[in-house]
């Protein structure tokens, strides 16, 4: 009442409008000794008649009755509403107390697994969201509720195994414990972290009076921050467009190439004309030779005519005067002839023999 919604720790829950709606949840120490008053509003949708109920919760301490041993059960068969029903919870709590025979134990808190992020279940097999029981007792956990914490139970459950729990036939009949999410809280063996908070005045220090800027400010010129702005790094792209234009026209490898190339074809001219005002020996291989065959002497290779800076180095296989030429009869109609030619090659005499083939 008062307010736009519910207390932050009560939830409402209503599968359908034709079931039950059920309120519930747990206060917290702020909420002790203020009376919440629940104003309910329900109309009626076939004569639309309106009716107004208020639910008055009273919230009382419990540290007149601890409960310093805690443990959290999480039901997968239960959905939060059927779990809430006075039955079932009697059911479910007588079944907590066989095992752990206390003098007192009561609920604590009871949550549907989708508040602490589970998944919608699917809607086959009549499957169930799961809720979380948090019970309350005075005397310190049972034998059975401790084989969970063993290093057996801790490893299976660690390979989504079902753990070997001594007590479980006691829940199976009505209720299906996932036993790898049970937790047990001591609360007698937990430090306190709570730190008093030392709270101030709330009044900052005393800086003075707020002198706010007088109207006659002086105006600023900047016409020189401009101009530093944009000459500077203008000048600098200048200088670098500068020295790259000059590289790259002034000094390529190209020119400097050409001009190589013309001073090897110049000496390499002057030394031609030199070699022909030389008079030097003619080597033994240009000297007269005989003719295998009629012992004729055949005229050397070099004579006065020739051009010597035009001719190569090796002469070409074509019948010129210092060639032997000799016929050979091969088959019916078919002559070879063989050709004999003399030459040096690096100063070494060398004779080939060429064959060419003539049809008659």
Not at 243 to 251: D, E, F, K, P
Request: contains cysteine.
């Amino acid at each position: 009442m008062g307010y736009p919604d519910r207390p932050g720790w009560l939830r409402y829950i209503q599968r359908t409008p034709y079931s039950d709606g059920v309120l519930y949840g747990s206060p917290t120490i702020e909420n002790v000794g203020k009376p919440t008053i629940i104003e309910i509003t329900a109309y009626n949708r076939r004569t639309f008649e309106t009716a107004r109920h208020n639910l008055i919760i009273n919230i009382m301490s419990a540290e007149d009755f601890p409960l310093p041993y805690q443990a959290e059960f999480f039901i997968k068969n239960m959905n939060v509403e059927e779990m809430l029903a006075s039955e079932v919870l009697g059911d479910f709590l007588g079944a907590v107390k066989n095992v752990w025979q206390p003098e007192r134990l009561n609920a604590i808190n009871i949550t549907s697994a989708l508040d602490r992020g589970g998944r919608v279940p699917l809607p086959i097999n009549d499957m169930k969201e799961g809720v979380y029981v948090m019970v309350g007792a005075d005397v310190p956990f049972s034998s059975c509720l401790r084989e969970v914490e063993n290093p057996q139970n801790q490893l299976r459950c660690s390979q989504e195994m079902e753990p070997v729990i001594t007590c479980d036939k006691k829940f199976r009949t009505q209720f299906h414990i996932d036993w790898c999410k049970i937790s047990l809280v001591d609360n007698t063996k937990q430090v306190s972290t709570y730190q008093e908070v030392i709270r101030g005045e709330g009044i900052l220090p005393d800086g003075g009076e707020y002198k706010p800027p007088s109207d006659t400010l002086k105006s600023r010129d900047y016409y020189s921050d401009f101009l530093i702005t944009l000459a500077v790094p203008s000048a600098i792209a200048l200088v670098l467009f500068l020295i790259l234009a000059y590289i790259m026209c002034c000094r390529r490898e190209g020119v400097l190439q050409l001009v190589h190339h013309s001073a090897i074809q110049k000496s390499t001219k002057e030394l031609r004309d030199m070699s022909k005002n030389r008079e030097i020996a003619w080597p033994l291989s240009t000297l007269p030779v005989f003719h295998p065959v009629t012992g004729e002497i055949v005229p050397p290779l070099h004579t006065d005519s020739y051009d010597n800076t035009s001719m190569p180095l090796m002469q070409t296989q074509q019948n010129l005067p210092h060639q032997t030429q000799i016929p050979q009869q091969q088959t019916a109609g078919e002559f070879r002839m063989t050709t004999f030619q003399r030459f040096e090659v690096n100063g070494i005499p060398e004779e080939r023999k060429l064959t060419e083939a003539m049809n008659l």
